[in-house]
């Protein structure tokens, strides 16, 4: 089984993208910062899956949290959002110990 590519602490960034598919990556996270929590294991790309494919990649899923601030421009609380893998990127600023 792949190691994962993110450990939790890792600092990453949401694509930008707005595929013209369904998609369980919210419009409002994307290209936002945010910290890993924890893999939650690996899960068939629900992308490719809701096009009734069966070609679906197994990715491994991430627990990501976010500041409300930094999705909606205000909120002192944190929201936490299951990602895949291929939804994120490594950022410079690569762990934080929050």
């Given at each position: ?27 409002y996270a994307r290209g936002k910062q945010g910290v890993v929590v924890e893999p939650e294991g690996r ?56």
């Amino acid at each position: 089984m792949p190691s994962d590519r993110f450990a939790p602490g890792t600092r990453v960034r949401t694509f930008p993208h707005d595929p013209p598919h369904h998609t369980r990556l919210p419009r409002y996270a994307r290209g936002k910062q945010g910290v890993v929590v924890e893999p939650e294991g690996r899960a068939p790309l629900a992308d490719v899956s809701a096009q009734g494919r069966a070609d679906a990649p197994v990715e491994q899923v991430y627990a990501v949290r976010f500041a409300a601030r930094d999705l909606w421009g205000e909120g002192d609380h944190h929201v936490v959002l299951d990602l895949w893998e291929s939804y994120l990127s490594g950022t410079e600023e690569q762990h934080d110990e929050r």
